[in-house]
C-alpha cells in the first residue's frame, strides 16, 4: 500500500541554521504530497504542497520540491526559528480520493 | 468562521466505557474524516464521509462507529472502550473529496481508557 517514510527526530537546531527534513514515499500512481505542521497543544496546519512532479511548494521560508525520480519531497529552510519549533508531518493522498497517509512525524526544537 | 471544533478537549475512560467525540465544522465542506495519532505512527485514518449520508472505513475503522446526517457534524462513536483506544484523535474536513483539497484539522480530543 502507499506510504511515507520520514526521518527520525528530534531533530535539535540553533537559531538561524540550515534545515533539512527527509521524506521519501511508497504510491502506486501519482500521489500530491504535503507537508503539515503541528505546532504545540495544536491540531495540524497545511504547511505546503505540491501536486505534480517538479513542482516546488513553498511557505513561510519553508521550500519542498516534488522528486518523482528519487519519490521524495524533502522540507528545507535556510534559517529557522525558535518559533518553528513544531512536529512536522509529511504525507501524501492519491487522485482518487482524499485522504491522507502520513508519516510518523520529525520534532524540530530550536534553540536561541 | 470557527473552522473545525472538537469536544471534549480531554476524556478519561474506563474500559469498556461507551463515548460520543464531537466534531463540527461551518466551512460548509463535503468531505470529513477521523485520525488517531499515536506516537512514532503518524496520522491513521480511521473512518471518513464524502457526504451527508455516506460514511466509509479507514485505515484502522475497529471498536469505532460514525454517521453523518448533516454536512457539519462528524461524531466518532466508542461502543466499548479499550486501552488500546488511549490516543489524541483529530478531525479534519476539505471542500471535496476528490483531488487534493487542503485538509482542516481540528484541536483534538486526547483520550486515556483506563
Known amino acids: 500500500g502507499d506510504s511515507v517514510t520520514q526521518m527520525e527526530g528530534p531533530v535539535t537546531l540553533s537559531e538561524e541554521a540550515f534545515l533539512t527534513i527527509n521524506c521519501t514515499y511508497t504510491?502506486?500512481?501519482?500521489?500530491?504530497l504535503f507537508w503539515y505542521v503541528q505546532y504545540p497543544g495544536e491540531g495540524l496546519q497545511l504547511l505546503l504542497k505540491?501536486?505534480?512532479?517538479?513542482d516546488k511548494g513553498s511557505n513561510k521560508g519553508f521550500e519542498a520540491t516534488y522528486r518523482k525520480e528519487t519519490t521524495s519531497f524533502h522540507l528545507e529552510k535556510g534559517s529557522v526559528q525558535v518559533s518553528d519549533s513544531a512536529v512536522y508531518f509529511c504525507?501524501?493522498?492519491?487522485?482518487?480520493?482524499?485522504?491522507?497517509?502520513f508519516g510518523a512525524g520529525t520534532i524540530l526544537r530550536v534553540k536561541s | 468562521n470557527a473552522g473545525v471544533t472538537q469536544t471534549p478537549k480531554f476524556q478519561v475512560l474506563k474500559t469498556g466505557q461507551s463515548m460520543t467525540l464531537q466534531c463540527a465544522q461551518d466551512?460548509?465542506?463535503?468531505?470529513m474524516s477521523w485520525y488517531r495519532q499515536d506516537p512514532g505512527m503518524g496520522l491513521r485514518l480511521i473512518h471518513y464521509?464524502?457526504?451527508?449520508?455516506?460514511?466509509d472505513q479507514g485505515e484502522v475503522p475497529n471498536g469505532y462507529n460514525v454517521s453523518r446526517s448533516t454536512t457539519e457534524d462528524f461524531p466518532l462513536r466508542l461502543l466499548s472502550a479499550a486501552p488500546s483506544q488511549t490516543s489524541v484523535y483529530f478531525c479534519?474536513?476539505?471542500?471535496?473529496?476528490?483531488?487534493?483539497?487542503?485538509?482542516?484539522f481540528g484541536p483534538g480530543t486526547r483520550l486515556t481508557v483506563t
Open positions: 464521509s464524502v457526504g451527508a449520508g455516506i460514511t
Open positions: 504525507a501524501l493522498n492519491m487522485e482518487y480520493g482524499n485522504k491522507l497517509v
Open positions: 479534519a474536513s476539505s471542500f471535496s473529496a476528490l483531488g487534493s483539497y487542503e485538509q482542516y
Open positions: 466551512m460548509n465542506h463535503e468531505y
Open positions: 504510491a502506486t500512481g501519482y500521489p500530491s
Open positions: 505540491a501536486t505534480k512532479a517538479d
